[in-house]
Each structure stands twice: as C-alpha cells, then as structure tokens.
C-alpha cells in the first residue's frame, strides 16, 4: 500500500442555473461519497469510479444516464468509458440504447479485447454480460435539464493505481449514433499509473478534435495536472465549444479547469475524506 487515496469527480461543463446550483452540489457530493467509501478501506480507483460515475447516472440533473439530453429522434442514446491505469485496459460503449448506468456496460467491457463497441453491438454485449436492462423509454427523465453536459471521474486508490471514466447522454438533438470524446480514449478521458488520470466534458467534436486528453496526459509530468488541463482547453477556441477537465497524478496531485460558465467539481483525499465541491473555479478562491 502506498498509503494515500484521492477521488475526483465532476457534473459536466455546462451553465447553471440558480435553480440548479443545490442539486449540482448535492450530487456531486454523493457520487463523491460513494467512490470515497470504497478507496478508504483499499478499494480499487475502478471501483470508486464506477460507483461515483452511477450515482451521477441516477440523478437527472447530470446529463447522463436517467438525466441524458435526447438526440433528434428523442430519444436516449448513451456515451461511457473506463480505463485502468495500471493495465491500459479500456472499455467504452457508445450509442448505446436500454440499460440503466452505462458505466456499467464499460466496466463489463474493461478486460475484453475490444477497446469500444456502438450500437446494437454495445446493448447485445451488455444484455450477454448481465447489465441491468431498461426499455429505451424509461431512460427519458421529466425534468432532465438541457444544455448540460458529461460526466466523469478520476480516482487515485492506495495501491497507487490510477482509473478514469466518463458517460454522457452526448449533446442535445444530436443525430441519431453520434458519438464525441466521451468513449474515446486519449480524446475525452485517459489514465495511465506512470502518469495520472484524466476524464474531460464538454463540445465532443471539439475536445476529439483537439485529442485534449492526449495532450494533458503529455504535459501533465511538467506542468502538474491543473495548467496541463488548463494548457489543453485553452485551445478549445481554436475548434470552438465549452470545456472542463479533471486531473490526478501518481502523487496526488489534482487539477481541473473549465472555459464553460460552470463545471461542479467534487474532491476528497486521505487527508481530506469529507471532500469539497465547487460549482466554478473562482469559488475556489472564496
Ligand atoms: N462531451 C460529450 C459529447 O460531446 O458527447
């Protein structure tokens, strides 16, 4: 054991509303408390991740899972990832249709050969691996809120292991299949145990474009997790769009940073179990 535990996790790059602002922190704060649980008596940063990442996935005020934004046919189409640094095991699921945590699907997919399956492919994998199952339409919450966008999570465990994930309900009104950064490794999340982790949120098409997760996994040993985010995003004006990342190193050390209006960040550690929460990062400095 190297003794120390840190949990990242956040509720999309987006704007929120006054109205918003309560529930953003509340949930933030109980996915928190649920990857806390297990990295504090030695689970793994895989398991603290999915289970921060399902609770976000359960609360329709996060664009993902039950809270999901719905693509032009109105429907539910579903975005997740999960990698473990201390393999480089990757599993993603993208387009996916009818089951209730997609991070789950990923999980499920995390020690099989293929790095990402969409579609019809990713339900008929989830439906042989025993995730849970929902029809398409339970997945379209009442009172979801639009504009919103992935979530995601970094976790550091007290073996020194290093894991990342995303999920996402994608962008609203997008076409039916789109997929963006969200299940793409090195685009919109990546960890490696060497390095750090890193799981990012916002304008898909931009963030892929940019390969952001690339370039902060590439500087973060130089510039430390929060300026190789910041370093990355900053860039996003040359592609256009929204974003928000998180960052962990081997040590412990953390970072995020966000050109959105808003992006709620929650963050605990050994030294620090209770964790924080911030809605943007000038309240951080409050
Ligand atoms: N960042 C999620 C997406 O664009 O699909």
């Avoid at 499920?108 to 293929?114: S, V």
Wanted: contains cysteine; proline residues 4%; hydrophobic residues 45%.
């Amino acid at each position: 054991m190297k003794g120390r535990w840190v949990l990242l996790v956040h509720g999309g790059a987006k704007e929120i509303e006054p109205h918003e602002e309560e529930d953003n922190r509340t949930g933030c704060l109980e996915a928190l408390q649920a990857g806390t649980e297990l990295l504090g008596r030695g689970g793994s940063a895989v398991d603290a991740v999915e289970a921060s990442i399902r609770v976000l996935e359960r609360l329709p005020v996060f664009n993902a899972g039950f809270g999901s934004v719905l693509n032009v046919r109105g429907e539910v189409e579903m975005c997740a990832a999960m990698m473990d640094g201390a393999t480089l095991d990757v599993g993603a699921v993208g387009a996916l249709m009818g089951v209730r945590h997609p991070v789950s699907a990923a999980r499920a997919m995390l020690r099989k050969e293929p790095v990402l399956l969409a579609g019809a492919g990713a339900f008929a994998f989830a439906r042989d691996n025993h995730v849970e199952l929902v029809a398409p339409e339970s997945m379209v919450a009442a009172h979801r809120e639009d504009g919103h966008d992935t979530v995601g999570a970094v976790a550091l465990d007290l073996n020194g292991n290093i894991a990342a994930g995303t999920s996402t309900g994608g962008l609203e009104d997008a076409a039916k299949g789109r997929m963006g950064d969200s299940p793409m490794p090195g685009c919109g999340f990546y960890a490696d145990n060497k390095i750090g982790g890193v799981a990012l949120s916002g304008h898909g098409e931009g963030i892929a474009r940019l390969a952001a997760a690339a370039q902060i996994m590439g500087a973060i040993k130089q510039l430390g997790p929060e300026q190789a985010i910041e370093k990355a995003l900053s860039q996003m004006e040359r592609v256009g769009g929204d974003a928000g990342g998180i960052a962990l190193d081997p040590d412990g050390r953390t970072g995020w940073w966000h050109n959105s209006p808003h992006f709620a960040v929650a963050l605990a550690s050994r030294d620090a179990p209770d964790g924080r929460v911030w809605l943007h990062k000038a309240e951080e400095k409050e």
